[in-house]
């Protein structure tokens, strides 16, 4: 079974600067992939960015970057220059194959404050 | 907005009661979720379609039934449920391509079982 890893239940920042969520994963699988999500007050599951596993480079996405370390098994989400709208929960998912069907595992997300 | 429509967005429901949960997608997605999110928690899965095969997470007690009219729909038949029922429930659809293709999420409907 795999499984994801998010040791900070909660992070500030302040407006403008850059912050790093942590996420550390285990698998056995030689071919997965990685999610990172927002999730505000709201509700909705907001996709960010992806990984995957045979990827050369780390993924980024406009203010969003993933700082990928294969060995480490850590796909950690850096956010530069955070915004007020970036509070919200974030959560790293691994997507996970189980008889014939695709499903995400989450971890159990950090709320992200930004302060002004 | 998100292309995954739920209704309805909140719903308040007496434990001897009967309502549907309802999940559209027009995307064309080959998969369909269903998800358990209780406050400050992870969602959860409870039921996949996809590939025209439900798939069930066997620790989801049977008040809860999904239905697939069609490839397009998802509904979550609710009956009987308990306080502890209570919770967000997120629908979701994938193409299931493969790589990079992520899960598209509803706005998730709120349910509050009194």
């Known amino acids: 079974a795999q499984k994801i890893t998010q040791t900070q239940p909660g992070m500030f920042v302040q407006e403008k600067e850059a912050v790093t969520l942590d996420c550390t994963y285990d698998?056995?699988?030689?071919?997965?992939?990685l999610f990172w999500y927002k999730q505000p007050s709201s509700g909705e599951m907001i996709f960010l960015i992806y990984q995957g596993s045979y990827d050369q480079q780390n993924a980024t996405e406009g203010r969003y970057s993933l700082n990928f370390q294969k060995a480490r098994k850590s796909a950690n989400l850096v956010i530069s220059a955070s915004q007020l709208g970036d509070s919200a929960m974030y959560f790293c998912a691994m997507r996970e194959d189980s008889g014939g069907s695709e499903k995400l595992v989450f971890g159990k997300g950090t709320k992200l404050t930004v302060n002004p | 907005d998100t292309e995954v429509t739920q209704t309805p967005k909140h719903l308040v429901m007496g434990m001897t009661n009967k309502k549907s949960l309802k999940c559209e997608q027009h995307m064309g997605h080959r998969a369909m979720y269903w998800y358990k999110q209780k406050a400050k928690k992870p969602p959860e899965l409870m039921f996949v379609?996809?590939?025209?095969?439900?798939?069930i997470n066997e620790s989801v007690p049977s008040r809860f039934s999904p239905e697939c009219p069609n490839s397009s729909l998802l509904n979550l038949h609710l009956h009987a449920l308990q306080p502890e029922d209570s919770a967000l429930y997120l629908c979701a659809s994938s193409p299931l391509e493969g790589g990079g293709t992520e899960a598209f999420f509803g706005q998730g409907t709120r349910l509050t079982v009194v």
């Open positions: 379609y996809s590939y025209e095969k439900l798939s």
């Open positions: 698998t056995s699988d030689p071919s997965y992939g």
